[in-house]
């Protein structure tokens, strides 16, 4: 059974920063593609960065490009997000997510496997 655990969510001033982690129980990690993606109340899940199989290609929306940064760990089976210069628009439920080959690394319909989301708060 596949189970994405997140945290690292919490309540911070804008400007701030945090870092989010998600621990994966997939038997070959390394072999995943891994993404993280948010989703504020009434507004669709979004895509906020992802990051290839050994870490060499990453990729990032262009509402968090320079302010975050994606990171994987494949011995720990962990993927990171560091999330600096934090604005109350950031503000959502982020969820992990992983899949294989994702068809389109932007889209949440290329992941097979979720977290449960952990939420993120960022004050004015």
């Known amino acids: 059974q596949v189970q994405l655990v997140e945290a690292g969510g919490g309540l911070v001033q804008a400007g701030g920063s945090l870092r989010l982690s998600c621990a994966a129980s997939l038997r070959t990690f390394s072999s995943y593609f891994m993404g993280w993606f948010r989703q504020a109340p009434g507004k669709e899940r979004e895509f906020v960065a992802a990051i290839s199989w050994s870490g060499g290609s990453r990729y990032y929306a262009d509402s968090v490009k320079g302010r975050f940064t994606i990171s994987r760990d494949n011995a720990k089976n962990t993927v990171y997000l560091q999330m600096d210069s934090l604005k109350p628009e950031d503000s ?8 294989p080959d994702p068809d389109e690394v932007g889209s949440r319909w290329g992941y097979e496997y979720w ?6 708060t960022v004050s004015s």
């Not at 977290?115 to 993120?120: F, I, K, L, W």
């Open 92 to 99: 959502a439920v982020y969820y992990c997510a992983a899949d």
């Open 115 to 120: 977290g449960q989301g952990t939420q993120v």
